[in-house]
Structures are given as C-alpha cells and as structure tokens.
C-alpha cells in the first residue's frame, strides 16, 4: 500500500474507530469511503482492521436513547463533557494525585475518561437526580472501578497512593446546589470542581454560581479548589449571564487555550470553551 493510501486508510479506520466506541448512529459512519476503499486493492486488509478490536483503551457507557428521559438531561453525554475530557487527557499533570469533584456528572463519561487516564487520588461523581446516580454508579461499575460508600469513607483514606495503585477511590454523591450545604461541600475535600454542559438555562447558571460560591469557602490545606466549567456556546445570552454572575459572586475567570487533539465525534460545528475560575 503507498505511503498516501496507508495514510488515507488510517484515517477511515480511525473515523470507524471513534464512531463505533461512541455508539454513534450507523448512518453517520463514513460507509461511502469505505465502499470506495474496498474496490480497490487494499480493502481486503481495511476491513480486517475495522472488525478487529479497536485499539487503545476504552469507556463503557450505559445511556439514555433519548435526549430528555426521567424528566432530565443529564442520561446522554453532551458535546462538552467530550471536550472536557479531551482536555483533561491533554493535561493529565493538573488531575494527577488530587481529588476531584465533578459537578453535575451525567452519564459519566469525563469522570470516567480522567479516572482511567489522568491517576486522580480521588473521584466524587455527583448529580442530584435519582435515575441519573443510579445510571452513574451502574457505568462506575462497568469500568472496573470500586465505589466508596459515601464521602466520609473517601476522606479517611489520605494515605491511598495512586502512584502504586491501579485506579482512584470513587464515589458517587448527591448534590443539590441549591441545598448543599458549605460543611458537606467540604467533606468532599476536593483540589480541582469541574463540570461539563451545566449552562442550559437561566435556573441553572444561579445555581451553578451559588454552587460555587460555597465551594470557594471549602479551603484544603489553606487552599480553595480550582475550577473549570466547559460548555457548549448554544446561547449567547445564557453564557453571558455566567459570566456577569460570575462577577457579581466575585469569581475572577479566565478562558482556557483551546487544546489539539481531538477524540471523540462530537458535532463539527459546535462551539465551545472551558473557563478557568479562580475560586
């Protein structure tokens, strides 16, 4: 096979690759390509490869089929939970040895992605809707990763050295940000709070914000956690009451260099951000 059309099929198998480990619709997997690719004289070893298991590791994800299920959102993976995870991948040092709060899970897919690629000590999943934590312990499981109890018994294992150990503590917690209290924030004892495609309407944003006023009281050895929010741009407006809010909170925020590689399909056409908060 020429140097081009090795280079051309990498690229169709790759594009097969993500599509597949997504669950992506068949109709939008490139099978025009592959139909042109299979008539000349390397199709045969192309297919072999695409029916092969796909290379590199993987997430299990068990999801909703529909966008809005159980009266919530958050049953399907959204455009920037990808993006986030992507990012994170890209810079595994700042999730490194530290325990992280994500803050509005979903599905899981960011936490899971950060779990198996950037050795966080700790992991606390959270969300507040029952069919969303059920779904989030089930996919926590899937993966091969054991769930703590509840908070506390994360919190009483300091000492768990994620140098020498296979996976992080996990844990999947309920968080109303509109209930949660300072005291319960804390026992997180999170370094870095993230969160993927929270801003979705007006109701949100004031509680995301007010979520995260009470975190930046959360101090850990004499530090407050860093923060990073990812979302998807749908409505301007939306994300400039984030931000307007975001100042009258007093949270400083500073939007992050846009990252390279690119792994999961998410639409083309999407546009996105991750902002930095300075808690």
């Keep these: 096979m020429a140097p081009e059309e090795s ?5 169709l198998l790759r594009s097969f690759e993500r599509r597949f480990l997504a669950a992506r619709a ?7 390509s592959l139909e042109e690719k299979l008539r000349d004289s390397s199709g045969s070893e192309l297919l072999l490869d695409i029916l092969q298991k796909p290379s590199g590791d993987s997430i299990t994800l068990c999801e909703s089929t529909a966008i809005i299920s159980h009266g919530t959102t958050g ?4 455009n920037a939970a ?20 994500e803050l509005g899970s979903g599905a899981g897919l ?10 966080p000590r700790a992991y606390v999943f959270s969300d507040c809707h029952s069919h969303v934590l059920e779904q989030l312990q089930g996919n926590v499981l899937l993966n091969g990763l054991s769930l703590e109890p509840n908070a506390v018994a994360l919190a009483q294992h300091p000492e768990h050295d994620t140098a ?18 300072v005291p319960q ?3 997180f004892q999170p370094d870095i709070v993230i969160a993927a495609d929270v801003l979705y309407c007006p109701e949100t944003v004031l509680s995301l914000v007010g979520v995260l006023q009470k975190l930046s009281a959360c101090q850990k050895d004499q530090r407050v956690p860093d923060a990073y929010v ?9 994300c400039q009451l984030f931000t307007t809010e975001l100042g009258r909170a007093g949270i400083p925020w500073e939007e992050v260099p846009r990252h390279d590689q690119k792994l999961f399909p998410y639409e083309e056409h999407s546009e996105m951000a991750i902002l930095k908060l300075m808690l």
Excluded at 26 to 32: A, D, V
Excluded at 75 to 78: E, G, H, M, R
Excluded at 230 to 238: D, S, V
Aim: net charge negative; glycine share 2%; aromatic share 10%.
């Design 7 to 11: 280079a051309e099929a990498a690229l």
């Design 26 to 32: 068949l109709s939008s997997f490139p099978w025009q």
């Design 75 to 78: 049953l399907v993976t959204w």
């Design 82 to 101: 990808l993006y986030l995870a992507e990012w994170a991948m890209e810079n595994p040092a700042g999730f490194a040895h530290r325990t992280v709060l």
């Design 110 to 119: 960011t936490g899971l992605a950060i779990c198996k690629m950037c050795r």
């Design 164 to 181: 020498n150990a296979e996976s992080p503590r996990v844990t999947v917690a309920r968080v109303d940000w509109d209930v949660v209290t």
């Design 185 to 187: 924030l804390a026992a």
């Design 230 to 238: 990812a979302f998807t741009i749908r409505n301007p407006e939306t």
